[in-house]
């Protein structure tokens, strides 16, 4: 499987095949990209898209082994391997790397011609994008407490004036005269005869029951707030000097495209 530029991102982390990790992406081109310097590599080193073995979870496994890498990258410091398979004599300018292949049998070639072995001519140019960055607004919303509202209930006490109907009994004395009914049962003793007088008494007990409600509603109402937050974005200057075809010097804007090439 052939991976495109579209699949891979700066910053991803690049793997050998035998899990080795080389660095991370810091440039991407049309057919390769490049490794950021490290331990593992003595300069910024450039892979082909077609060395790629599999991308997986966010990382980047490589066809080759570490121990292939590490003498690849030993030989390049002697200026006779660069990239992966490939021989070239190579300069590192900024995020850019120009190099010029030719093949592992002294003849020029593409990179395509190297996995074939065939010795044809061929120039390689590289291009690297160089992301302009800017900052954006992220709007996100939370709840705070605005206000309160409170409800006081206070305790007011006051007298109520009932009038309840009670019943009592009166006691009325009176005297008859009785004759010639003979006498049950005398005894002729000192006896005191009670008869109780009833009366009826208020008993007042208290009950707590609802009178009335105070209902408060809460309604969601939505208005606009205005907010100013100072943004940043990068402004890019580009000068061309030496022995470049056209010198120039141009500065780009935000609104401007940020994908300029050069060849």
């Known amino acids: 499987m052939l ?5 891979l991102m700066e910053g991803m982390t690049v793997r050998s095949s035998d899990g080795e ?11 390769s990209f490049h490794i950021e310097k490290g331990l593992f590599f003595p ?31 030993t030989d390049d410091k002697y200026g006779t391997t660069t990239g992966l398979g490939t021989t070239s004599t190579a300069a590192t300018t900024g995020l850019g790397t ?35 960055h ?22 007011v006490q006051e007298t109520e004036t009932v009038k309840v109907p009670v019943r009592r009994e009166r006691v009325r004395v009176e005297r008859r005269d009785v004759t010639d009914r003979p006498a049950m049962n005398a005894s002729f003793q ?5 008869v109780p007088v009833r009366a009826e008494e208020v008993d007042v007990n208290k009950r707590a029951v609802v009178d009335e409600e105070v209902v408060i509603r809460k309604e969601a109402i ?21 022995d470049a075809d056209e010198k120039r010097s141009l500065n780009l804007g935000p609104d401007d495209d940020p994908l300029l090439r050069r060849r």
């Open 190 to 194: 000192d006896e005191t005869v009670v």
């Open 43 to 73: 300069k910024d080193y450039l892979v082909r898209y077609a060395d790629i073995s599999d991308i997986r979870d966010g990382e980047i496994i490589l066809l080759h082994g570490r121990d292939s890498l590490r003498r690849l990258s």
């Open 222 to 242: 939505e208005e606009e707030r205005r907010v100013d937050e100072p943004l940043r974005h990068e402004k890019v200057d580009i000068r061309t000097s030496g």
């Open 134 to 155: 800017k900052e954006e607004l992220d709007i996100t919303k939370r709840e705070v407490q605005a206000g309160e509202v409170r409800v006081h209930k206070e305790v």
């Open 98 to 132: 120009s190099t010029s292949a030719t093949s592992g049998w002294g003849a020029s070639t593409s990179p395509s011609d190297l996995r074939t072995g065939v010795g044809t001519s061929a120039r390689h140019t590289e291009e690297v994008t160089v992301p302009v």
């Open 3 to 7: 991976f495109q530029r579209s699949q």
């Open 21 to 31: 990790k080389l660095g991370k992406v810091f440039a991407l081109g049309d057919d």
